[in-house]
Nanobody
Framework: QVQLVESGGGLVQAGGSLRLSCAAS????????MGWFRQAPGKEREFVAA????????NYADSVKGRFTISRDNAKSTAYLEMNSLKPEDTAVYYC??????????????????WGQGTQITVSS
């Protein structure tokens, strides 16, 4: 069983930056693809960003391209989401997820086997 723990959420003004971290337990983090998803109040969970097991492939939602950067440090079993130029519409609970099988930076939530508990991001205007 893999446990994922997100951190780094909080309140920020529009235009500001935050960095989320997702620490994973277990010894096989380096084989997992990792993804970030978010869910705003009253909306469905949506894809934000994903990174392949080796970090060579990344995918982003159109809404965050050029503003968010996903990365990983396999030595620390941690994935990151650097968020810049934040907008009020980025307000949501952000979840990290791990895919233990494919290693591919997928955009579908169904691909992911393990999920963190979520961390709240609130962007004020």
């Amino acid at each position: 069983q893999v446990q994922l723990v997100e951190s780094g959420g909080g309140l920020v003004q529009a235009g500001g930056s935050l960095r989320l971290s997702c620490a994973a337990s277990g010894r096989t983090f380096s084989t997992y693809a990792m993804g970030w998803f978010r869910q705003a109040p009253g909306k469905e969970r949506e894809f934000v960003a994903a990174i392949s097991w080796d970090g060579d492939s990344k995918n982003y939602a159109d809404s965050v391209k050029g503003r968010f950067t996903i990365s990983r440090d396999n030595a620390k079993s941690t994935a990151y989401l650097e968020m810049n130029s934040l907008k009020p519409e980025d307000t949501a609970v952000y979840y990290c997820a791990a895919d233990r099988w494919t290693g591919v930076a997928g955009i579908e939530a169904d691909q992911y086997d393990y999920w963190g508990q979520g961390t709240q991001i609130t962007v004020s205007s």
